[in-house]
């Protein structure tokens, strides 16, 4: 499938400024909860919360699905737009209008960090309400670190509007005289799972501190969710740190990757792919894991402005990183960090096509395409 190279295409690996990118890939950091961990919200539903689709997208919507067996959705992360609202609105106009094409999305699945700085209630009326006013399909997500960070009320976190927000039958922090532009997404957790016969999406919530904390509850269920994905469903795994990251202001975290593989050894099933946001650029790495590759991709460039460029290093992609100690079955695939963009998944039965979008200003055009199968189907 042809596609754009990057903005300014090039080789970086002789690039004299800025970060090494092998020791941004390489970063290790605790997972298990300290006292930098943010205690997790009561949930709004019962165990092992989980939302079917149909319940919210509407009967024209399911038929059209099941008549056509394929579902379309977008996603992206770090979206708000509190310093220059201009490249969010530019990316919502762009996934607006895919709304009204051949093959419309059914959703729009969120990564992560919805409102800067901190998650503030008053910064989901434009960075949310206002930003996606257009976007009439549902809007779903799972909190990133800004979104539930403590430094806006002094110990407390800032999660309570967000569950007012995804979690509310009623919305409570949008206009009441104002008709909602899309059915309320009422999630039942801050990690939860998102269910449909041709995709499973598990949203894991990774707290605020960087590199992530997941309490042992979380893990449990993760290995629970794994376990329950059929082997011919699409399942994918959304969360708002990465593993695997070479931009320069967070980089990966190893550790949070081994803690994940646990559970995925546990449960006998890997994700079919790992969405996730944090870095503000486009990633995609992939991993060889008994035999198959499993896709991580970061696309943390949904509107935020202040982009991440990747470390000193990285040479043209293609790229395996099989001579780094801990990346030895790694391969840094593809990436865009000059641009702002969201990915538009389409899935049908045993199989998924992710399309990444760059956007910038006037302009939007397919920068990556890549497809993940499931176990069933290979």
């Given at each position: 499938m042809?596609r754009?190279r990057?903005?300014?295409?090039?080789?970086?690996?002789?690039?004299p400024?800025?970060?090494?990118?092998?020791?941004l890939l390489?970063r290790?950091?605790?997972?298990?909860?300290?006292g930098?961990?943010?205690?997790l919200p009561?949930?709004?539903g019962?165990?092992?919360?989980?939302?079917?689709?149909e319940?919210?997208?509407?009967?024209d919507?399911?038929?059209a699905i099941?008549?056509?067996?394929?579902?379309?959705?977008?996603a992206l992360g770090?979206?708000?737009?509190?310093v220059?609202p201009?490249?969010?609105?530019?990316?919502?106009?762009?996934i607006?209008?895919?709304?009204?094409g051949?093959?419309?999305a059914?959703?729009?699945y969120?990564?992560?960090?919805l409102?800067?700085?901190?998650g503030?209630?008053?910064g989901?009326?434009?960075?949310?309400?206002?930003?996606?006013?257009?976007y009439?399909a549902?809007?779903f997500a799972?909190?990133?670190?800004?979104?539930?960070?403590?430094k806006?009320v002094?110990?407390?976190?800032?999660?309570?509007?967000?569950i007012?927000?995804f979690c509310s039958?009623?919305?409570?922090?949008?206009?009441a005289?104002?008709?909602?532009p899309?059915?309320?997404s009422?999630q039942?957790?801050v990690?939860w799972?998102?269910v449909h016969?041709?995709?499973?999406?598990?949203?894991?919530y990774?707290?605020?501190?960087?590199?992530?904390r997941l309490?042992?509850?979380?893990l449990?269920w993760l290995?629970?969710?794994l376990r329950a994905a059929?082997a011919?469903?699409?399942t994918?795994?959304a969360m708002?740190q990465p593993?695997?990251?070479?931009?320069?202001?967070?980089g990966?975290?190893?550790?949070?990757?081994d803690v994940?593989?646990?559970?995925?050894?546990?449960?006998?099933r890997?994700?079919?792919?790992v969405?996730t946001g944090?870095a503000?650029?486009?990633?995609?790495?992939?991993?060889?894991i008994?035999g198959?590759?499993?896709p991580?991709v970061v696309?943390?460039?949904g509107?935020?402005?202040e982009?991440?460029?990747l470390g000193?290093?990285?040479?043209r992609?293609?790229m395996p990183?099989?001579?780094?100690?801990?990346l030895?079955d790694?391969t840094?695939?593809?990436?865009?960090?000059?641009?702002?963009?969201?990915l538009t998944?389409?899935?049908t039965?045993?199989a998924?096509?992710?399309?990444?979008?760059?956007?910038?200003?006037?302009?939007v055009?397919?920068?990556d395409?890549?497809?993940i199968?499931t176990?069933?189907?290979?």
């Amino acid at each position: 499938m042809a596609r754009a190279r990057h903005l300014l295409a090039d080789d970086r690996s002789a690039a004299p400024q800025g970060p090494d990118a092998l020791e941004l890939l390489t970063r290790r950091r605790p997972v298990v909860p300290d006292g930098s961990f943010v205690p997790l919200p009561d949930p709004v539903g019962e165990p092992p919360y989980r939302l079917e689709l149909e319940r919210v997208i509407g009967r024209d919507r399911v038929d059209a699905i099941a008549r056509t067996r394929r579902l379309t959705f977008h996603a992206l992360g770090d979206s708000g737009g509190d310093v220059d609202p201009l490249p969010q609105r530019r990316v919502a106009g762009a996934i607006t209008r895919q709304l009204y094409g051949p093959q419309p999305a059914s959703f729009l699945y969120h990564l992560g960090d919805l409102v800067y700085p901190h998650g503030e209630e008053a910064g989901y009326r434009s960075q949310f309400w206002g930003a996606y006013a257009d976007y009439r399909a549902p809007i779903f997500a799972v909190p990133g670190n800004h979104d539930a960070d403590r430094k806006a009320v002094p110990g407390a976190s800032t999660l309570d509007p967000f569950i007012s927000t995804f979690c509310s039958a009623s919305p409570t922090l949008h206009d009441a005289a104002v008709a909602l532009p899309r059915p309320p997404s009422r999630q039942p957790n801050v990690y939860w799972t998102l269910v449909h016969p041709l995709l499973r999406i598990i949203g894991l919530y990774t707290n605020v501190p960087e590199g992530g904390r997941l309490a042992n509850d979380q893990l449990a269920w993760l290995v629970g969710e794994l376990r329950a994905a059929p082997a011919d469903t699409v399942t994918i795994l959304a969360m708002h740190q990465p593993v695997y990251s070479a931009d320069v202001t967070h980089g990966s975290n190893l550790t949070l990757g081994d803690v994940l593989d646990r559970c995925a050894r546990t449960a006998g099933r890997w994700p079919d792919a790992v969405l996730t946001g944090h870095a503000h650029c486009y990633q995609r790495f992939s991993r060889r894991i008994d035999g198959r590759e499993v896709p991580h991709v970061v696309a943390g460039a949904g509107g935020y402005h202040e982009l991440h460029p990747l470390g000193r290093g990285i040479g043209r992609v293609p790229m395996p990183l099989s001579a780094v100690d801990g990346l030895e079955d790694v391969t840094l695939e593809d990436y865009e960090d000059r641009a702002h963009g969201f990915l538009t998944v389409t899935v049908t039965p045993g199989a998924a096509e992710l399309v990444y979008h760059a956007v910038t200003l006037g302009t939007v055009y397919q920068r990556d395409a890549f497809e993940i199968r499931t176990p069933a189907s290979r």
